[in-house]
C-alpha cells in the first residue's frame, strides 16, 4: 500500500483556517442543526436510549479472570486493557516518594476524530450521540468516531464503526487539519494515549440519526453545561486553535520548552508494573479493589445491558474514583496578554515524566486530609476564588467507557496583578496560542489542561479579563 | 527555589541566530585554536590518556551482580544501570511478530550540554577531549558537558563535573539556545533518553586542558574522519540549525506530522519487561550473554584502568556489537528541493512506537543472512551506490561509556529522477529544515538519523547534489 502527497484539498494557510474556525465560533446557532431541533434530538437520544448497569462481584465478569500468579485482572482475549500493578518511585528536590497502585493498561491507541464541514460557508463539526456504561446520563456527545483499535479491527464482535473511512487511509474525500498523540488519565493509565484528529469533509457525508452537524458556538455553549461534552469531544476540540489573540508572552516558545525540558530531565522519575497481587495498601474483595484510605479510587465491576444496535450486554471492570475531581487554571494578565499557570505534572502512568496540567488537579477531598505543606501548591486560591473572578466553571465528566460516573469540577480562575509573577519552577505561565501550538506535538498537555484550553476558547474567558 | 523568565542575554530572532550559526560553519579555522594547534593537542590526548581495558568474568565484577529471581545485571546501589529482558510484540499491515531479548535499562536522563560563545564576532563551541572505555581510540570529542545523573549528582564517587554550572539552575551567565530531550538507541535501551542543549555564554569561561574552542566550520571538518566526534557530540550538534535552505517541501509540516501519527496509531507495539533469565535465544556464560546466533550484540564485562583524575579504577558491563552497523539515508531533489527518505523505525526500546529513522540502518552482514523479502527495504539502492553518488561517507562510534567498539558506517547516498517520489506508506520525504524543526521537540528523530543530520550540514551535502 503507497500513500501519496496529494490531497484533495487546496492549499490553504494556517491563517486561513484559523479564521473559518473563528467565524464557526462566533456562529450561535446553525441552519442545518437549529439549536432547537438540537436539544429535541438530545432530549429523545437521553431518554430512549439507557444503560442498565449493575454491580456484579469480579467472579461473575464474562471473560475476565484474575491471572494466577500476577493477580492482573486480564481479558480472556489478551485485548482490550488489563488491570495492573505499577510502582513509581520519584524524587524532586531532594524529596523523594514511592508508592504502589493499580492501573489500567491499554497498551493500543484508538483514533478520536471529528470530521468538519462547511455548509453555507461555515464550519460544522459532526457530533455523535453516544452512550457510555459509566457516563452520567449515558448519552453525552462524543467525536464523530471513537474507537479502540479492538473496536475498529472487530475484537470485540460490534458492528463496523461509522465514518471510521474519513479517518484511516486511503483516506478519501477529506483532508487532516489536526493529527496528534495525546495522553488519557495519567494517574489511571499507564501510558495510554489516543489519536486526536480532525478531518476536513469534501464530498457529501453520509447522515444517521446518532449524528448531527454543530456550529463551533453552538459546541461551545454546551460546554458551559453540566456532562454533555464527554472527555473525547472536549480533548480533540482542544485541537482546533481559536482565533490568535496575539500579544507577546512572558516566556519565548523555547524557554517554555526549556523550563519543561528541565523538570523532565532533573526529576527523578522510575516507572516498575508489578503484579496487581503485590500492590501494597490496597485490598481486593468480592467486588471491589480499594485503598485502605477508602481515598483515590476503586476497581468495580459492572454488567451492562443496553438498548444500542452495538453489542447489546456485556460484563467488564470499571474504575470508580472515590470524589469529584478538581482542575483549574489560574488566569492573569502579564503586560497586558492573558497567561495561564501551568504546572509540569507528574502522574504515575505518565508517558514522558511531566506534562504541563492545570495550575491545581486533585481530588480536593483528599488534599484537604493532607498536612498544609503536602497540599497542592495554589489550591487555596482556587478553593476560596471569589464567586465573580471564576470566568469558567463547569462539571464534565470523563472517559465512560473505563470510568464509572467520573467526573471533574473545571474552573478558569482570574487573579490580579496581587498574584506575583514569579513561581517555583514546576509552574510556568502560557499564553492560550502557546499551549495550541504544543498541541501539534503529543505528551505536553494533559487531558485536564485540554479541557480547560477547550473552556477557554468557549467561554471568550481571555477577552473578558479585567 | 524559584525561576525567573529575565535572560541576560538579548532577544534574537531566530533568523539571526541562524545567520551567527552559518557564519560559523563558514569558518574552516579558528583565531583562538588554530587547527595546527587542535591537530598537536588532540594527538597528545589521545596519546597521553589511555584506558587499559580488559575483559573479566561476570564473577569478578566489582558492585555488579545477577539478581536472585530475575537473573537482571545490576549494581548493588540500585543506581547506573542495569540489564534486564524485554518481550516485544509488534504488528504492522497484519504481519505480527515478537521476540525477547536483553536491553539497558538505564531509567535517568544525563546532560548534553555544549557551551558556545563568540569571540572575534565568530560563535565557537567548546569541545571537550573525554575518554570512554568502549571507545575506539579511547579519546573522542565530546560536548562540553556529558553527565548522567549519577555523575553529576556524585553516585560513582568522582570529581565534579566542570562546567554544569552552565546547564542547571540557576544557570548564569549563559542562555539557552535549544533544549529537548532526545532519545538513544532504541535496539539497545528501554526509552533511554538524554537532555540535548546548547547554551551560550556571555561571560568569561574558565579554561581548561582537555577543552578547546572550535569554530563549526572545525567540527564539521572533523564529521569526515572516523571516529573523532563522539555520538553525544554529533546528537547535540544536530540541534544547531543550519542557515534555512528555502524551498517548497513536498509535504507540508503538518502531513509530515500525520505521516508519523499514523504509523504510531496503527501499528502494534506492546513492549513488556522480563526478567533477563527468561529471555529465550540468548545463552549465558562466565563471561558473555550472546544470541545463539552470534548475531545482534552481545553483553560483557570489562575491568578499566585510566590515569584519568575522576574514578582511576572500576568494572561494569558493556554491549558489544556482533558487527560494525549502517545507517544512510537516501537523498532525491524533489522539485528542486533536497529531500531525504525517512523511515519510521520502531526498536524494541522506543519511547513512543516509532521515530524517524535513516532509510536504512542495520547490520548489514545480518541484514543479507535473511530472506530477500524479510531485508530492509531500499537496502540494495544503498549496498549498490556508486562511488560518486556517496554524498558523505564514514565511521563513527557510538556511546563508549556502554558500548563496546560499536560504530556504525553513515552514508548519505544521493538517487536520481528514476528513484520514485511515491514510497510505501511507513516511509516519507523529509527537508533538512524540517528534520530541524522537529529537533525542538523529544523523539522524533532518531539518534542514527541525528547523526547523519549533522554530516549533511558538515558535508555540505544538499547544495553539492546535482
Chains 1, 2 share one sequence.
Not at 456485556?314 to 482542575?327: M, N
Not at 486530609?369 to 473572578?389: E, F, G, I, M
Request: with cysteine.
Amino acid at each position: 500500500m503507497t500513500m501519496t502527497a496529494s490531497s484533495t484539498a487546496p492549499a490553504e494557510t494556517t491563517a486561513g483556517l484559523r479564521l473559518r474556525l473563528a467565524r464557526s465560533a462566533q456562529e450561535p446557532d446553525s441552519a442545518v442543526t437549529p439549536d432547537t431541533e438540537f436539544r429535541r434530538w438530545f432530549a429523545a437520544q437521553r431518554q430512549s436510549r439507557r444503560y442498565d448497569v449493575r454491580r456484579i462481584p469480579f467472579a461473575e465478569l464474562a471473560g475476565w479472570h484474575f491471572q494466577d500468579g500476577t493477580g492482573n485482572l486480564v481479558h480472556r482475549s489478551g485485548r482490550f486493557f488489563s488491570i495492573e500493578g505499577l510502582h513509581v518511585r520519584t524524587a524532586w528536590n531532594g524529596r523523594e516518594t514511592s508508592w504502589t497502585q493499580p492501573i489500567i493498561n491499554q497498551p493500543e491507541i484508538g483514533i478520536l476524530g471529528i470530521v468538519v464541514k462547511e455548509f453555507g460557508g461555515v464550519l460544522h463539526c459532526l457530533m455523535q450521540a453516544k452512550m457510555e456504561p459509566g457516563n452520567i446520563d449515558t448519552v453525552q456527545l462524543s467525536p464523530t468516531v471513537q474507537a479502540t483499535r479492538s473496536n475498529y479491527t472487530g475484537v470485540h464482535g460490534g458492528s463496523a464503526v461509522r465514518h471510521l473511512e474519513y479517518f484511516v487511509p486511503p483516506r478519501r474525500g477529506s483532508r487532516v487539519l489536526f493529527d496528534s498523540l495525546q495522553s488519557e488519565q495519567g494517574s489511571w493509565f499507564l501510558r495510554k494515549r489516543n489519536r486526536n484528529v480532525v478531518v476536513e469533509a469534501f464530498g457529501d457525508v453520509p447522515e444517521h440519526e446518532d449524528f448531527v452537524w454543530l456550529t463551533l458556538g453552538q459546541i461551545y455553549r454546551l460546554m458551559h453545561e453540566d456532562n454533555v461534552l464527554n472527555m473525547d469531544a472536549r480533548t480533540v476540540l482542544s485541537q482546533l486553535p481559536s482565533f490568535a489573540l496575539g500579544g507577546v508572552a512572558l516566556h519565548s516558545k523555547q524557554e517554555v520548552l526549556s523550563r519543561l525540558t528541565e523538570v523532565r530531565a532533573r526529576r527523578e522519575f522510575v516507572q516498575r508494573s508489578v503484579p496487581l497481587a503485590d500492590v501494597r495498601d490496597w485490598r481486593r474483595t468480592g467486588d471491589e479493589i480499594g485503598h485502605r484510605s477508602g481515598q483515590h479510587f476503586s476497581l468495580i465491576a459492572a454488567d451492562i445491558r443496553a438498548d444500542s444496535r452495538e453489542v447489546t450486554r456485556w460484563s467488564q471492570p470499571l474504575l470508580a474514583p472515590a470524589e469529584q475531581g478538581l482542575a483549574a487554571f489560574v488566569v492573569r494578565r502579564i503586560g497586558g496578554v492573558p497567561h495561564l499557570l501551568a504546572h509540569a505534572r507528574t502522574e504515575a502512568g505518565v508517558l514522558n515524566v511531566a506534562e504541563l496540567a492545570p495550575t491545581v488537579q486533585c481530588q480536593p477531598g483528599h488534599a484537604l486530609s493532607l498536612p498544609a505543606a503536602d497540599r497542592p501548591r495554589y489550591l487555596d486560591v482556587v478553593l476560596d476564588a471569589p464567586r465573580d473572578r471564576i470566568l469558567f466553571g463547569s462539571v464534565q465528566s470523563e472517559e465512560g467507557g473505563r470510568f464509572h460516573r467520573a467526573d471533574t469540577r473545571y474552573q478558569l480562575i482570574e487573579v490580579g496583578d496581587e498574584f506575583p509573577v514569579e513561581v517555583p519552577e514546576e509552574f510556568v505561565w502560557v499564553t492560550e496560542e502557546q499551549l495550541g501550538d504544543l498541541l501539534r506535538h503529543g505528551n505536553y498537555v494533559n487531558i485536564e489542561a485540554r479541557t480547560l484550553l477547550t473552556a477557554l476558547r468557549a467561554s471568550g474567558a481571555a477577552g473578558r479579563l479585567r
